[in-house]
């Protein structure tokens, strides 16, 4: 089966690209276009040539990872096509392929699944305050490092129902809820996704010799956090 086939299978690709007529639009309204070499009508042009280059080409560079999915190309698209579902596609295939590694934006899909991931299972949150450390994301700056330090107090002042039972922002989520989410990822395949994200990421490790002396991946973690 060849990439474009595959691409196909994807319902994302086939309702996000139904009829490109190259006008411009798209790239015209991006705000990642603005600040990336980053050209989404160029995206749209590529993923349905069927060429085959082209196409892994896409999978293996970094382009496909500029896309904020603001979605602002499907509001202003004359023909209703939107290449925000079509980088869904594109970095889905990448990902499945091990693609991803071959990029240095890629290589971030790392880092972010070892940040966000284990929050959403283990806490129920894609962001949590207890694991947005100040060291980590110096680029929040002194008002966030005074309320991390400080979040206990702060988010009680605030109403929040920080790390208790019951209703409320930042409650805690009851044990029984938090192991259906873990069923969900089992059940849908995520779980056996993110096993083959982390392999091949240890196995881009390996390559790049970032691997630490005793098999774990804190270096490449570091690396791809900070540099990619």
């Keep these: 089966m060849t990439l474009y086939e595959e691409l196909r299978k994807d319902v994302r690709f086939v309702d996000g690209l139904k009829s490109c007529i190259n006008c411009g639009i798209c790239t015209a309204i991006c705000p990642a276009a603005e600040f990336f070499d980053y050209d989404p009508r160029m995206i749209a042009t590529e993923a349905q040539s069927k060429d085959e280059i082209k196409i892994e080409k896409l999978l293996k560079g970094d382009t496909i990872w500029y896309c904020g999915q603001c979605m602002s190309c499907k509001t202003r698209c004359p023909r209703g096509n939107c290449v925000g579902y079509v980088i869904l596609a594109l970095r889905k295939l990448s990902q499945e392929k091990g693609y991803f590694t071959e990029s240095k934006r890629g290589r971030q899909q790392y880092a972010l699944e070892k940040m966000l991931i284990p929050t959403i299972l283990k806490k129920g949150y894609c962001i949590y305050p207890d694991s947005t450390n100040p060291k980590m994301f110096p680029e929040q700056g002194p008002v966030w490092e005074w309320i991390y330090s400080n979040r ?34 089992d059940v849908t395949g995520a779980t056996k996704f993110l096993d083959k994200l982390t392999k091949d990421s240890e196995k881009q490790a390996e390559k790049m010799h970032l691997r630490d002396e005793d098999g ?12 990619g």
């Design 152 to 185: 206990k107090e702060t988010y009680n002042r605030m109403g929040a129902n920080y790390k208790k039972d019951g209703a409320g922002a930042l409650r805690k989520i009851p044990d029984d809820s938090l192991s259906e989410l873990n069923s969900i990822f």
């Design 216 to 227: 774990n991946m804190d270096r490449y973690f570091n690396h791809v956090y900070t540099k």
